[in-house]
């Protein structure tokens, strides 16, 4: 069946707006330029409107009587005196004209020191951007700044914010390594200390780089508007994920771009690892997705912490918690646990796909597993002849995510080595946080970040990838221990709140059967699973 056209008024209305939006936007101009003597007399009216008044307002009441007897006379002379009346107003206009002229400042360029600024950048960037066999080079030197550098913006203190520069179609903007000389040159030569951002158009041949403003630590942790399965890592740069959540910073609310994170069975990195340096803030990622994974009661939470300073103390005996582990036999048993827990969904789920039923409801529930600082945990193990903990975790990784399974591993930057293969292979989600050097954040994260990472950087800061998508700049939402006597009071309260209530001590329960150290697929319904929760150690 032929399609009828559409009406004409829907085909052409769009026009006709535009059209009439134009000649509105052409009369305002009009009307605007016609009008602007008279505005300019009604701002200077205005002024001197404002200045008689503060001028009445400052004088002693004993001298108003003489003023206003002194101007009284002056207006009866005016009126006396031929073309007086006229005379007044005319320098009454003048005199408001002058004063409601626009006196802003045309900025029509750089000043003397910025363009010493841009001509020193220009000529160390020749040895980067120049051949000998070029006949007629972009970058030479004594060459002119203008010729290369199409845009600029300087700071109050004189330094550059924003750049962009045309470099030769010759350069290698393709190889890393001449891409990093650049930017490290840029880097210095524009000022130490802040972080720039890089922007390469390889199609354009032009480079933008660009001063970025610190990420908000206001943010403290609260109930964020996230969908099933998602969980808020921290916020980044606006414009750098196509999604904002409301959040309250500093009693304000405003919009902000998280970086979130999804687990579950469609999650192409359901297991995440955190890698920084003592006090980047680590825990209080590990804190905040604890606090984030029960609310509701929607999740379970087992939480392993190897530190043993009580840094998650607040959340033992919480609905939802199965147990806050700090010693080493009681890590090892939850862990154990975790991994019959494991297997026991695998076999229900797969039983009731071969009945064609849908997964038992207890198989959906999400079950965290967070592991602080597990390292220290081997180091004791490996001490005592007992395997490290960390071992434990191969089910969870590799079958955990079918059966809404999540593990966090948090440990310290320093020791590298002492993260499990197992963990290591497993976790396609990363964290680093707190001061690194590019190379170290490229180990951890598996692609360099975009920008130029800082020597100081507030509790928090770091960089996240998830999976295989693009390196973000990473700040986590303040989410310290309550029981610290150094958290503010505004702080604490925000954890307190979010704590769910507290729950009955739990029934004793045998300790878990030894499992394999690993699930066979097509065996994974001969194993058995344990019954209930560990207990805490």
């Given at each position: 069946?032929?399609r009828?056209?559409?009406?004409?008024?829907?085909t052409?209305?769009?026009?006709?707006i535009?059209?009439?939006?134009?000649?509105?936007?052409?009369?305002?101009?009009?009307?605007?330029?016609?009008?602007?003597?008279?505005?300019?007399?009604?701002?200077?009216?205005?002024m001197l409107?404002?200045?008689?008044?503060?001028?009445?307002?400052?004088?002693?009441?004993?001298?108003?009587?003489?003023?206003?007897?002194?101007v009284?006379?002056?207006?009866?002379?005016?009126?006396?005196?031929?073309?007086?009346?006229?005379?007044?107003?005319?320098?009454?206009?003048?005199?408001?004209?002058?004063?409601?002229?626009?006196?802003?400042?045309?900025?029509?360029?750089?000043?003397?020191?910025?363009?010493?600024?841009?001509?020193?950048?220009y000529?160390?960037?020749?040895?980067?951007?120049?051949?000998?066999?070029?006949?007629?080079p972009?970058?030479?030197?004594?060459?002119?700044?203008?010729?290369a550098?199409?845009?600029y913006?300087?700071?109050?203190?004189?330094?550059?914010?924003r750049?962009?520069?045309t470099?030769?179609?010759?350069?290698?903007?393709?190889?890393?390594?001449?891409?990093?000389?650049?930017?490290h040159?840029?880097?210095?030569?524009?000022?130490?200390?802040?972080?720039y951002?890089?922007?390469?158009?390889?199609?354009?041949?032009?480079?933008?780089?660009?001063?970025l403003?610190?990420?908000p630590?206001?943010?403290?942790?609260?109930?964020f508007?996230?969908?099933?399965?998602?969980s808020v890592?921290?916020?980044?740069?606006?414009?750098?994920?196509r999604?904002?959540?409301?959040?309250?910073?500093?009693?304000?609310?405003?919009?902000?771009?998280?970086?979130?994170?999804?687990?579950?069975?469609?999650?192409?990195?359901?297991?995440?690892?955190?890698?920084?340096?003592?006090?980047?803030?680590?825990?209080?990622?590990?804190?905040?997705?604890?606090l984030?994974?029960?609310?509701d009661?929607?999740?379970?939470?087992?939480?392993?912490?190897?530190?043993?300073?009580?840094?998650?103390?607040?959340?033992?005996?919480?609905?939802?918690?199965?147990a806050?582990?700090?010693g080493?036999?009681?890590?090892?048993a939850?862990l154990?646990?975790?991994?019959?827990?494991?297997?026991?969904?695998?076999?229900?789920?797969n039983?009731?796909?071969?009945?064609?039923?849908?997964?038992?409801?207890?198989?959906?529930?999400?079950?965290?597993?967070?592991?602080?600082?597990?390292?220290?945990?081997?180091?004791?193990?490996?001490?005592?002849?007992?395997?490290?903990p960390?071992?434990?975790?191969?089910?969870?990784l590799?079958?955990g995510?079918?059966?809404?399974?999540?593990?966090?591993?948090?440990?310290?930057?320093?020791?590298?080595?002492?993260?499990?293969?197992t963990?290591?292979?497993?976790?396609?989600?990363?964290v680093?946080?707190?001061?690194?050097?590019?190379?170290?954040?490229?180990?951890?994260l598996?692609?360099?970040?975009h920008?130029?990472?800082?020597?100081?950087?507030?509790?928090?800061?770091?960089?996240?990838?998830?999976?295989?998508?693009?390196?973000?700049?990473?700040q986590?939402?303040?989410?310290?221990?309550?029981?610290?006597?150094a958290?503010?009071?505004?702080?604490?309260?925000?954890?307190?709140?979010?704590?769910?209530?507290?729950?009955?001590?739990?029934?004793?329960?045998?300790?878990?059967?030894?499992?394999?150290?690993?699930?066979?697929?097509?065996?994974?319904?001969?194993?058995?699973?344990?019954?209930?929760?560990?207990?805490?150690?």
């Amino acid at each position: 069946m032929a399609r009828r056209p559409l009406p004409r008024i829907l085909t052409s209305g769009s026009v006709q707006i535009a059209r009439g939006r134009d000649m509105a936007r052409t009369a305002a101009d009009g009307a605007t330029d016609v009008l602007h003597p008279l505005i300019t007399v009604s701002r200077g009216l205005r002024m001197l409107a404002g200045a008689g008044r503060r001028r009445w307002a400052g004088t002693p009441k004993d001298r108003r009587g003489p003023a206003l007897f002194l101007v009284a006379a002056c207006v009866l002379v005016i009126a006396l005196v031929p073309y007086g009346p006229l005379l007044a107003l005319i320098g009454v206009m003048a005199v408001a004209g002058w004063k409601g002229r626009d006196r802003t400042p045309v900025s029509t360029g750089p000043d003397e020191a910025e363009v010493r600024r841009l001509q020193s950048l220009y000529e160390a960037l020749v040895p980067y951007f120049s051949v000998p066999e070029d006949p007629s080079p972009l970058f030479a030197h004594g060459g002119e700044w203008s010729t290369a550098f199409d845009g600029y913006a300087f700071d109050d203190g004189g330094r550059l914010t924003r750049l962009r520069l045309t470099y030769p179609p010759y350069f290698p903007d393709g190889e890393p390594d001449a891409r990093a000389r650049v930017e490290h040159l840029l880097h210095a030569k524009s000022g130490r200390g802040r972080e720039y951002l890089f922007d390469w158009d390889e199609e354009a041949n032009q480079l933008v780089m660009t001063v970025l403003s610190p990420l908000p630590t206001a943010i403290a942790a609260q109930h964020f508007v996230t969908g099933p399965g998602e969980s808020v890592l921290g916020f980044t740069d606006e414009g750098a994920v196509r999604r904002t959540v409301p959040v309250v910073a500093g009693g304000e609310a405003l919009d902000a771009s998280p970086v979130l994170w999804r687990t579950g069975p469609r999650s192409t990195a359901p297991h995440l690892l955190v890698l920084g340096r003592p006090g980047s803030g680590a825990t209080a990622l590990l804190r905040s997705l604890a606090l984030q994974a029960l609310r509701d009661g929607d999740g379970d939470v087992l939480i392993v912490e190897g530190s043993g300073t009580g840094e998650f103390a607040c959340l033992t005996g919480r609905e939802g918690v199965l147990a806050v582990e700090c010693g080493l036999s009681g890590a090892l048993a939850g862990l154990e646990w975790a991994a019959h827990e494991t297997q026991r969904r695998l076999i229900a789920a797969n039983r009731a796909r071969q009945s064609g039923l849908p997964a038992p409801q207890d198989t959906r529930r999400p079950l965290w597993i967070l592991l602080d600082r597990p390292s220290v945990f081997g180091h004791l193990a490996a001490a005592d002849g007992r395997p490290d903990p960390q071992e434990l975790l191969q089910i969870p990784l590799r079958h955990g995510g079918a059966v809404h399974v999540t593990v966090v591993v948090a440990d310290q930057l320093d020791a590298p080595a002492a993260v499990a293969e197992t963990v290591r292979s497993h976790t396609h989600a990363r964290v680093v946080l707190g001061p690194v050097s590019p190379a170290q954040a490229e180990a951890v994260l598996g692609a360099p970040p975009h920008t130029t990472p800082v020597p100081d950087v507030p509790p928090g800061r770091g960089y996240a990838r998830l999976g295989g998508g693009p390196v973000l700049r990473l700040q986590v939402p303040a989410t310290p221990d309550p029981y610290d006597e150094a958290t503010s009071e505004a702080h604490r309260r925000a954890v307190l709140d979010l704590l769910p209530p507290r729950s009955a001590p739990p029934a004793p329960v045998s300790p878990p059967v030894p499992v394999a150290d690993a699930v066979p697929d097509a065996h994974v319904e001969q194993a058995q699973a344990p019954v209930g929760a560990p207990a805490e150690g």
